[in-house]
């Protein structure tokens, strides 16, 4: 895989991991949202508000463990994707400047023919990561990506968006 994208695996405790799955499984969710603006609504979103335990969680490891240098940006969204096999998401960019995390949920053991990878699209090719239970990916946020849903269940991640801080105002 090329460089530029960061793999993590086994990056909760056991429980924390179980905590996380019964938290998305049990989350209420919206009708999703475009990957951009000409492309069709796909999945299913849930927003996760700061003040939530699974927020603080993630922060802690991500800050804390995983990319201390996001101190110095802003955490300014988190939230849990839901696709159904049957939803077709589409390539697109998180943004032109930050740092995308996405989590991998689902407890279920991952085979090749599962499918539910993350595709990049990276120098003219594209490369797939394994959606394995428990596993962390970093990766600019303007980077080209497209989730794929699992051939015959639900596929539960977890994003988390790092953006520059804004210059404060002088008065």
Not at 30 to 58: A, N, Q
Request: proline residues 8%; neutral net charge.
């Amino acid at each position: 895989m090329n460089s530029e994208i960061g793999i993590s695996d086994n990056v909760f405790s056991k429980d924390d991991h179980k905590y996380i799955i019964e938290y998305s499984e049990n989350s209420p969710y919206r009708y999703g949202e475009k990957d951009l603006p000409s492309t069709p609504v796909c999945g299913m979103v849930h927003e996760v508000h700061p003040s939530e335990k699974i927020y603080r969680l993630f922060r802690k490891k991500i800050e804390d463990e995983l990319c201390p240098s996001t101190r110095d940006l802003d955490m300014y969204r988190m939230y849990i994707n839901c696709f159904s096999p049957a939803d077709q998401p589409m390539y697109h960019q998180d943004g032109p400047k930050g740092i995308t995390f996405i989590y991998y949920v689902n407890n279920e053991k991952w085979n090749i023919s599962d499918q539910g990878e993350t595709q990049f699209y990276i120098d003219g090719m594209i490369s797939g990561v394994p959606p394995i239970p428990n596993r962390m990916i970093m990766f600019h946020s303007s980077r080209w990506h497209c989730a794929t849903s699992f051939r015959d269940r639900y596929r539960f991640t977890i994003a988390v968006k790092y953006q520059p801080k804004k210059p404060m105002r002088s008065s």
